[in-house]
């Protein structure tokens, strides 16, 4: 598979997973996971993916530029980014000290009144590092604000942070006092 091909099965896969699982008939559980047989045989009737194996799945986990989904136990779901009804628990973790958030300039009065909150997704999702936050912001501004959160500091007052993969952290609500301006 090409790198673009892996990109839209990634972006397909993603979809499925984290917004729209009865689409493609999938049974989904509170951790995110399904059947990888059954993604399959669900992407095999569009003539996109006929041919598409479970090894073109491992290949497409391994090989994208982001760590978006797991395979295990003949299982496949997305670290993060859910849409669904359905609250997909989260282990719950010690954060580090600060985390990043990069978004766009015309969301900043609102988030400086109502703090960050998941909007459409289940969860806040927050960077690692402000080199991710800043690939995060430039989806929506091509010259993105990085704001900085006391992740820490946060959870010692009762925010619940969650770990999504090496680069990305989701979160409850964040207040706005929590939130300081890094870069505009
Ligand atoms: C903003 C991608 C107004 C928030 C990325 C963000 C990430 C507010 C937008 C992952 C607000 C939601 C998630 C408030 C937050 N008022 N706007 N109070 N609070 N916002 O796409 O974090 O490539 O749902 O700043 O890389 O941008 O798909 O979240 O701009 O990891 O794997 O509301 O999705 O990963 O946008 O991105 P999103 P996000 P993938």
Do not use: C
Request: proline share 4%; hydrophobic share 40%.
């Amino acid at each position: 598979m090409s790198m673009n091909k892996i990109d839209r099965l990634s972006k397909e896969v993603s979809y499925a997973l984290r917004h729209a699982p009865w689409e493609y008939e999938l049974e989904i559980d509170d951790q995110g996971w399904v059947s990888v047989a059954q993604l399959l045989s669900a992407l095999n009737e569009d003539y996109k993916w006929v041919n598409l194996k479970e090894e073109d799945l491992q290949r497409m986990v391994d090989d994208s530029e982001k760590r978006r989904h797991e395979i295990s136990d003949g299982r496949i779901r997305a670290f993060y980014g859910h849409s669904i009804p359905m609250k997909i628990v989260k282990e719950e973790a010690i954060p580090p000290e600060f985390l990043y958030h990069g978004t766009a300039h015309n969301f900043l009065s609102e988030i400086e009144k109502k703090g960050l909150v998941p909007m459409s997704r289940q969860y806040v999702h927050l960077s690692e590092d402000i080199e991710t936050a800043n690939l995060v912001g430039k989806r929506k501004d091509k010259n993105p604000i990085i704001l900085e959160v006391s992740a820490l500091e946060a959870r010692n007052e009762g925010v619940n942070f969650y770990y999504g993969n090496e680069k990305v952290w989701l979160a409850d609500a964040i207040p706005s006092k929590f939130i300081v301006i890094k870069d505009k």
